[in-house]
């Protein structure tokens, strides 16, 4: 193959796949900013790691979720790194991260509350709750996180079961 | 509300991904994917360079000590140059290994980012482990190299003033690391000087350690 159709191989697929690009980028992003510096670090690593994949081993997809998750949960740590320790939960504002711009609240309040609860979570769960809402399978969530399935399993039981008590608190409330 | 519906909800946005589409395009535009796959090529590269660099002062220096072995002074000073080569090789390899087990960054998430941070685990450890005795090498390292070029050993001319370095030098270490540690936590405005302060005070280490704690704790859990 030459270089000419490897690098129009890895386009191709990038454009087939580019919806996890841009959801894992503004899930870790707190701007839309900071979303396109994600979406291009990990564009680029893609690139670097293109040569490596081998279909036989992973989907395309796992493949490139495990190197998306990857780059945004170590861009999102050496970001805490350099301001104390501080990994910034998503806010209201962060939806325009990922919605490229438009607020989504208006959209959908189901959306607002999804953000307030995903953004008090750290880069790991924040990982495994986007792979839940992508539907992933607890199979390919195993082979992307490394961990079981069991484990996996185990871990979206108890988000649900936090987020029912955070949903229930809320109404108790009257948030 | 469930997780399920917010499930729901997730896959019902839309995604404005027009200004995002265009980023990728142009990353191949401009060529920047090409530069990104040369650079981490060169880190690769850099680190091999150093390992042949930390080799070559290994074997001069253990030239040296078995050319001056019954000299005591020169055989001890070439003795103790020669374990900081050997530990300077071991730093080089070690990362070296390190940073090939990340290089494609396409291992799992937890895989991966355990192996980040033991990387930079090490790189903190060793900088201090090769760093701190240049308190002491700024002389030593002259020494013998002044002795091999012209045979002029400026121990057996000054030794008091050498040893009177000496104990500068041990002074100076232990008021760097004292010095780190009242600094540790206080605002720095260079980075730089920031970073040098967090790795000699034990911040680094202990917040790289906290992610490994991290990360072995989402995996028990």
Request: aromatic fraction near 10%.
């Amino acid at each position: 193959m030459t270089a000419r159709q490897h690098q129009q191989r890895f386009e191709s697929s990038l454009h087939e796949h580019r919806r996890i690009v841009f959801k894992v980028a503004g899930l870790y992003s707190r701007s839309a900013a900071d979303r396109d510096d994600l979406v291009q670090e990990i564009s680029a690593q893609l690139w670097r790691s293109f040569g490596g994949y081998d279909p036989a081993r992973a989907k395309f997809s796992t493949w490139m979720y495990r190197i998306a998750l990857n780059v945004a949960i170590s861009q999102a740590r050496r970001e805490r790194w350099s301001e104390s320790d501080r990994f910034e939960p998503l806010a209201a504002h962060h939806l325009e991260t990922i919605g490229g711009g438009e607020p989504v609240a208006e959209q959908d309040e189901r959306l607002g509350a999804l953000y307030a609860f995903i953004g008090r979570l750290d880069e790991l769960n924040r990982a495994l709750i986007l792979l839940y809402l992508e539907d992933r399978s607890y199979t390919e969530m195993a082979e992307i996180l490394g961990l079981s399935e069991t484990n996996v399993a185990t871990k979206i039981s108890r988000i649900k079961q936090k987020l029912r008590e955070q949903m229930t608190a809320a109404e108790t409330t009257g948030a | 509300m469930e997780l399920d519906e917010m499930k729901q909800a997730w896959a019902r946005m839309d995604l404005r991904q027009e200004g995002m589409e265009a980023l990728l395009r142009q990353d191949f535009r401009d060529r920047r994917m090409d530069k990104a796959r040369s650079t981490m090529r060169w880190s690769l590269v850099w680190q091999a360079v150093e390992i042949a660099c930390w080799l070559a002062f290994v074997v001069f220096v253990a030239s040296f000590w078995v050319e001056h072995r019954h000299v005591t002074h020169l055989l001890v000073i070439g003795l103790l140059l020669h374990v900081y080569g050997i530990a300077g090789i071991w730093s080089s390899v070690t990362q070296l290994f390190l940073l090939s087990r990340i290089y494609l960054f396409d291992a799992p998430v937890l895989v991966l980012q355990r192996r980040l941070a033991q990387l930079r685990r090490f790189r903190m450890v060793s900088t201090l482990v090769l760093g701190l005795p240049w308190w002491f090498l700024w002389l030593l390292v002259p020494l013998v190299a002044l002795t091999w070029a012209s045979g002029v050993d400026m121990f057996a001319g000054a030794a008091g003033w050498i040893w009177a370095n000496m104990a500068v030098g041990a002074a100076g270490t232990g008021f760097s690391l004292w010095l780190a540690r009242r600094l540790a936590g206080r605002p720095i405005k260079s980075p730089w000087l920031q970073r040098v302060v967090d790795d000699m005070s034990g911040c680094s280490l202990a917040r790289v350690s906290r992610e490994l704690d991290e990360i072995a704790r989402f995996e028990r859990e």
